[in-house]
């Protein structure tokens, strides 16, 4: 199994352009989860998901989007980037709620 | 609201010395807490987990954790530190919230830094 696989690794984009991070899960995992880190602040849940076409928002949704069609797929959307999504982005998924399985990351930077 | 703290932003130790990294929490009931440990450039893994019974848990790569409740604590510890264990340490809660679903916190992390 390969777990929870995200690309892209790392990212450049410019202010205003739109991009979607990919994450996929092969362990049929119904919770989803999209996650923020900046450095000393931990982790910030964006937008989670408890299954395939049910998604709602975590602590700072703004500025971006998701969707779940399948269960293995859970993309994330910035549209309009700002300086301010420069981050770390991480997906996650658990077969319960609290045991979350975490993809290896991507690196996005705003300029 | 619940959170976590993590009081230790940076540990440095020696190579074969015993570790204890601490982790408050602030939850209302009895809460579900985790430590993570994250890798330069890697995503989280869970080391060990609390759910009830036992107050003393063992993890992976020789970790332990004590929940004790009277000082809203789940403190890290491993007696014999290596050099791979150099990482970002995060605790967590998880916590029944208001709407279906049961998010887990996360603290700010504690990194830690091994001599040899």
């Known amino acids: 199994n390969a777990g929870v696989t995200q690309t892209p690794k790392f990212r450049i984009l410019k202010i205003g352009q739109s991009m979607t991070l990919q994450c996929t899960q092969d362990?049929?995992?119904?919770?989803m989860y999209w996650y923020r880190q900046d450095p000393g602040m931990g982790l910030k849940l964006i937008y989670y998901?408890?299954?395939?076409?049910?998604?709602d928002k975590g602590e700072v949704p703004n500025g971006y989007n998701v969707s779940r069609s399948t269960t293995e797929d859970f993309p994330l959307r910035l549209e309009l980037a700002a300086p301010s999504q420069t981050s770390v982005y991480f997906c996650?998924?658990?077969?319960?709620?609290?045991?979350?399985?975490f993809g290896p990351g991507t690196r996005l930077t705003v300029t | 609201a619940q959170s976590v703290t993590q009081p230790d932003i940076h540990i440095t130790v020696s190579e074969g010395a015993s570790l204890e990294l601490r982790c408050n929490y602030s939850?209302?009931?009895?809460?579900?807490l985790f430590w993570y440990v994250q890798s330069p450039g890697q995503g989280l893994q869970l080391l060990l987990k609390?759910?009830?019974?036992?107050?003393l848990v063992q993890g992976i790569k020789g970790f332990e954790a004590e929940f004790k409740r009277s000082q809203s604590s789940f403190n890290l510890r491993k007696p014999s530190v290596h050099w791979s264990d150099a990482a970002e340490y995060f605790c967590?809660?998880?916590?029944?919230?208001?709407?279906?679903?049961?998010?887990?916190?996360f603290g700010p992390g504690t990194s830690l830094s091994v001599i040899p």
């Open positions: 939850y209302g009931a009895t809460p579900y």
């Open positions: 967590a809660v998880g916590s029944a919230g208001e709407t279906s679903y049961d998010k887990v916190i």
């Open positions: 998901s408890v299954g395939a076409g049910i998604t």
């Open positions: 362990m049929n995992h119904n919770y």
């Open positions: 609390y759910f009830s019974g036992d107050t």
């Open positions: 996650a998924s658990s077969g319960t709620v609290y045991e979350q399985y």
